[in-house]
């Protein structure tokens, strides 16, 4: 049986960010489908995509870093397009970026799933939903529940129209 051969591409900048203790969240994850897979987890803003199977590439492009990668369009390995943030905010070249990555995705992985069958539902078919948080089981997996409460929900992150879950739960809590 022919082993496959992938790669974890993601943007440098990110490296800087997991070194300094910031996104760690994805970092866990990342670094479990590392583990899983046997896939090396490149920070790259130039992936060179020649000889893989297949690869798992995270926020790009993303508002804030709106450029794609050269090569990543015309690669013949398979593309997991984990997207990570779905807004772009109003950036074009984010939003042209966003569709041209996904029309070459084989799996378009995320989550925000009401906003992205809104904004992108002729993408739905390669869609998997993957909620935007992960940490290792083991590291809360001691944690008592509190079963008395200060407060009966607690919300993180923005809450605006871009997030309705967000505000459904505000709004009925």
Known sequence: MKSIKG???MRSFYQRRHENGQGMMFRYLFERIQRYTGFPLVYTDSPDLR????ALIFATPYH???EL???ILKSKAKI???YGDLPCYGNKLCIKNKRRIFERSNV???GFRERFLEWYPEFAYKYAFFPGH???YERYEKLKTNMRPL???LLSGANNVRYPLRSYIKKYC
């Not at 000889?51 to 297949?54: E, K, N, T, W, Y």
């Open 51 to 54: 000889g893989l199977d297949v």
């Open 7 to 9: 790669a974890i591409i």
């Open 151 to 153: 407060m009966n929900c």
């Open 134 to 136: 992960y940490f290792p």
């Open 69 to 71: 990668p050269a090569g």
């Open 80 to 82: 997991i397009c984990f």
């Open 108 to 110: 378009i992985m995320g």
């Open 64 to 66: 804030n870093s709106p």
